[in-house]
Structures are given as structure tokens and as C-alpha cells.
């Protein structure tokens, strides 16, 4: 028991070796957008036929 023991503290212990190497770290980031985004599109015409059916099921349902 103490040598399982041990050897659970040894192993647990290059774990947290493996875990605390990172490496290198990059200072190579994305550049900030200076433009402002894209306004969406409009809703396409399959998803209006859905609400509209939606609507008449609702119409219906009540």
C-alpha cells in the first residue's frame, strides 16, 4: 500500500510538471477591426413562409 501510494504521489507529480509546461508563449494576435461590420442580410424568403405558416397555425389553433 505505501509503494502504490508513493508511486501515485510520483506520477501525480510529473502530471503536474507536464501540465505546468507550457511553452513559448505567442505574442503573434489578429489585428483589431478598424471598420465597422456588415449590417446582416434580410431574413431570407423560407424563413418569412415560416412565420407566416406559423401565423396561420396559431390563427388556427385558437
Do not use: F, H, Y
Given at each position: ?5 508513493e ?8 502530471l ?31 424563413a ?15
Amino acid at each position: 500500500d505505501d509503494l502504490m501510494a508513493e508511486l501515485e504521489e510520483l506520477e501525480q507529480e510529473e502530471l503536474d510538471e507536464k501540465l505546468l509546461d507550457v511553452g513559448p508563449i505567442s505574442d503573434n494576435l489578429p489585428s483589431v477591426p478598424t471598420t465597422e461590420p456588415v449590417a446582416g442580410k434580410r431574413v431570407p424568403a423560407a424563413a418569412k413562409e415560416e412565420d407566416d405558416e406559423l401565423k396561420e397555425l396559431e390563427m388556427w389553433a385558437s
